[in-house]
C-alpha cells in the first residue's frame, strides 16, 4: 500500500513538472508577457511624426494617428483585444486633442494637459509629455507617470533626490515630479517613505564613501559586499568596514576636510553601518 502511494505521489510530481516545462516553453514563444501601447513624437510634434507603438505578446506594431483606422480594418488587427482596440483609439483621441497645446506649453520639456479642464486629473483625463533624450513621451495614466519616477538615488549631500531613466535627464524628471506633485493626484513614487529615504541615503553614502578611498588608493577587500541588509538584519557596510580598520585611513579623511566625504563618514557611523572599533 505505501508502495502504491509513493508511486501515485512521484507520478503527480512528475506530471508537475512537465506541465511547468511545457507552460515556461509556451511563456517563452511570446514577445512580452504584458502587452502596452506606447505612445512618442517627435520635438516638432506633428500628427505625421506621433507613433502609435502597440507592444503585443506575439508582435510589434507602429502606427502613425492616421494609419489606425486602417489598421484596425486589416487581418493584422485580428490579434488585438477589444480592451487593445479601445485603447488604441482612446489614446489616438487624446493625443489629436492634446497636442496643439503640448506644442504651446513644452517649454520646460513637461507639458500636463487636462481634457477636461473642470475634471480631475485623473486617469482618463490626463495626458503627460514628457521629452526625453531621443523623443517626446505621452503617458495617459497615474500608473505611467508613476514608472517613470520609480528609479532613484540620493545626491552626495544624501538629501536631495535624484529621478534616473536611461531614457530621460534627471533634471527633466524632477520637473515632472514638480508639476505632478502641484496638481495632487494619487501617483505612486513622488516620496520615498521614511525606510526608503533611509536605504537610498545609505546607498549614496557607501557610493561616496568608497569612491573617496578608490581614489585615495586605500585597499579594499574584493570579496566583501559593500552594503548588506535583510529583513532581520540591519544595513551593515563589510567592504568599508574593513577598509577603515586602520586608523590612519579615517585621519586621511579627517584631515582632507571635503564635506561630501565627512557627511558620508559621519552618517554610516552613526547608523552603524560601519564599525570603528579603535582602542
Known amino acids: 500500500m505505501k508502495l502504491g502511494r509513493d508511486g501515485r505521489a512521484v507520478a503527480c510530481v512528475l506530471l508537475l513538472v512537465v506541465g511547468i516545462g511545457v507552460h515556461g516553453c509556451a511563456s517563452a514563444g511570446h514577445r512580452n508577457v504584458t502587452e502596452a501601447i506606447i505612445v512618442t513624437t517627435t520635438p516638432s510634434m506633428s500628427e505625421d511624426e506621433t507613433k502609435l507603438v502597440l507592444e503585443l505578446r506575439d508582435a510589434r506594431e507602429e502606427l502613425s494617428l492616421g494609419e489606425v483606422d486602417a489598421f484596425l480594418a486589416s487581418d493584422r488587427?485580428?490579434?488585438?483585444?477589444?480592451?487593445?482596440?479601445?485603447?488604441?483609439?482612446?489614446?489616438?483621441?487624446?493625443?489629436?486633442?492634446?497636442?496643439?497645446?503640448?506644442?504651446?506649453?513644452?517649454?520646460?520639456?513637461?507639458?500636463?494637459?487636462?481634457?477636461?479642464?473642470?475634471?480631475?486629473?485623473?486617469?482618463?483625463?490626463?495626458?503627460?509629455?514628457?521629452?526625453?533624450?531621443?523623443?517626446?513621451?505621452?503617458?495617459?495614466?497615474?500608473?505611467?507617470?508613476?514608472?517613470?519616477?520609480?528609479?532613484?538615488?540620493?545626491?552626495?549631500?544624501?538629501?536631495?533626490?535624484?529621478?534616473?531613466?536611461?531614457?530621460?535627464?534627471?533634471?527633466q524628471l524632477a520637473v515632472l515630479r514638480e508639476r505632478v506633485t502641484a496638481l495632487n493626484p494619487k501617483v505612486a513614487n513622488l516620496a520615498p517613505s521614511k525606510s526608503e529615504?533611509?536605504?537610498?541615503?545609505?546607498?549614496?553614502?557607501?557610493?561616496?564613501?568608497?569612491?573617496?578611498?578608490?581614489d585615495a588608493a586605500v585597499p579594499l577587500p574584493g570579496g566583501a559586499p559593500l552594503l548588506t541588509s535583510?529583513?532581520?538584519?540591519?544595513?551593515?557596510?563589510?567592504?568599508?568596514?574593513?577598509?577603515?580598520?586602520?586608523?590612519?585611513?579615517?585621519?586621511?579623511?579627517?584631515?582632507?576636510?571635503?564635506?561630501?566625504?565627512?557627511?558620508?563618514?559621519?552618517?554610516?557611523?552613526?547608523?552603524?553601518?560601519?564599525?570603528?572599533?579603535?582602542?
Request: aromatic fraction near 4%.
Open 77 to 171: 488587427a485580428a490579434r488585438l483585444s477589444r480592451a487593445n482596440r479601445s485603447q488604441l483609439l482612446e489614446r489616438r483621441q487624446a493625443v489629436r486633442q492634446t497636442l496643439p497645446q503640448a506644442r504651446r506649453d513644452l517649454a520646460d520639456g513637461v507639458a500636463i494637459i487636462r481634457p477636461n479642464p473642470d475634471g480631475a486629473a485623473d486617469d482618463g483625463n490626463i495626458v503627460v509629455y514628457v521629452a526625453g533624450k531621443s523623443a517626446v513621451h505621452v503617458l495617459f495614466s497615474r500608473a505611467e507617470i508613476g514608472q517613470l519616477l520609480a528609479s532613484r538615488e540620493c545626491a552626495d549631500d544624501l538629501t536631495t533626490l535624484r529621478y534616473t531613466h536611461p531614457g530621460f535627464d534627471p533634471a
Open 197 to 214: 529615504l533611509e536605504l537610498l541615503r545609505a546607498e549614496a553614502a557607501t557610493r561616496l564613501l568608497e569612491r573617496c578611498l578608490r
Open 230 to 279: 535583510g529583513p532581520l538584519t540591519s544595513m551593515r557596510s563589510p567592504k568599508l568596514t574593513a577598509a577603515l580598520k586602520d586608523p590612519s585611513v579615517v585621519e586621511r579623511i579627517l584631515r582632507d576636510h571635503n564635506p561630501d566625504t565627512l557627511r558620508a563618514l559621519v552618517f554610516l557611523v552613526s547608523r552603524n553601518i560601519i564599525e570603528l572599533d579603535y582602542p
